[in-house]
């Protein structure tokens, strides 16, 4: 991930410039099942899977005109261990009922662990999750795509503040605990996702087939844990093997509760990196689409974080720091020629002093100036969270 040039040549392969795609990817699928959770599946494509219990139920909710009532009964709903409201159509209370349940290889000790392990890494976590992921998704054509003409792409702020809610669950002390949301979080999600799946067929903008495979979600998925787990040993993080472990499982737990099938959720890091190799490059691509989103969303994060205090120029350079120079410039991030040379420099400096390897006086003066922005961004996006909540959207983006 970090070297996505050579890749990235091939995704452009794939996609043509700008983002157009010009074949379907005649490669088959090769990742193999006895690398998954539970060691087996039917080794099916999952290019050519969606959501079969998920996606009936969002269709009737959207074709029955009840989807408004639904929303507002969902949203009381948010602790783990609530029960639903009362008056939700059956099917949708029967698929929610299922949809909640913990897999059976969920492992409550590991989940214990990996919400200390992302309370003490939470920082680079959600830098890495937040910005990094953001900067990579924009560069997912299928993902751009699906985002810009979706009923969110017409109000980023409020679409990341919304996506930020799980990013943040997942990372807090009580994600799955019965206290937590990440479960009602995930599941809201995975509702969405099945709306977005019947809807996006209707935009007059769509082209590109049913959107959110169980792949695209895979690929997405890899942009989270994995690319962070790289980017943390990137930076020399010391993480122990039981964190590491940890980590991987809630968001193997995660992928399960947003739909994604056993047999594709890989149970090591290993298999984990070998399917992001075969899975990112070939969907990985500049378009016009993702260029925008990027634009907006790094305008959002300098002008709103607390004006005057973090500039557009700091903002592009972590950005391209995060999501390296290929992503960056499919994603069109100006270059920054004194910000990009000084928060290569410090970052890992900064790092080193929070994990207690250097003492406080090799940490320059201006490092702090990127460890306030970062900071800023957090505090940014966990505030507006407060603000929304997660819903089923009835519509495309307008216009
Ligand atoms: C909505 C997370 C994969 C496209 C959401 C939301 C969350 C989320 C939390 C709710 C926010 C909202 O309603 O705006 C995730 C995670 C993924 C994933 C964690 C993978 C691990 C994908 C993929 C695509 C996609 C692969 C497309 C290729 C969308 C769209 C919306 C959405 C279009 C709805 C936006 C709207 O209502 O306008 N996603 N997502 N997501 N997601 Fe995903």
Known sequence: MAELSRRGVLALGAFGAFGMPSVERAVPWTWPSSGSITGTGTGADPRQIWDTDADPVAARLLDSGVVPVVNR???????????????????????????????AWADRAKLEAAA?????????????????????STAIPKEAWSVYYSKGG??????????????FSVGSLNAYRPDGDCVVQAVKTRLVHAAVRHLLQQSPHWKWGVPISQEDILVTWHTLPTYAMRKMREWAVPISAADSQAYLHVWQVTAHLLGVRDEYIPATWAAANAQSDQVLPPNMGP????????????GQLAEQTSPGSVSRPLVNALARYLAGPQVADWDEIPREPVWEPLIARLWPI???????????????????????????YILFFLTKGQETKIEIPTTNRPG
């Open 73 to 103: 009964l969902l949203w009381d709903w948010n602790r783990n261990d609530q029960p639903l409201p009362a008056g939700l159509p059956d099917y949708l209370h029967d698929f929610i009922e299922s949809a909640r349940t913990l897999p």
């Open 287 to 298: 378009t016009r689409e993702g260029v925008e989103l990027t634009d907006i969303l790094l």
């Open 116 to 136: 200390r392990f992302n309370k003490s890494r939470g920082l680079y976590l959600n830098l890495l999750n937040g910005v990094g992921g953001g900067m990579l």
């Open 154 to 167: 017409a109000d980023m702020e409020d679409r990341v503040a919304k996506t930020s809610l799980l990013g």
């Open 350 to 376: 900064l790092v080193r002093f929070r994990e207690g390897l250097v003492p406080l006086p090799l940490v320059p003066e201006t490092a702090w100036v990127i460890d306030e922005a970062v900071r800023q």
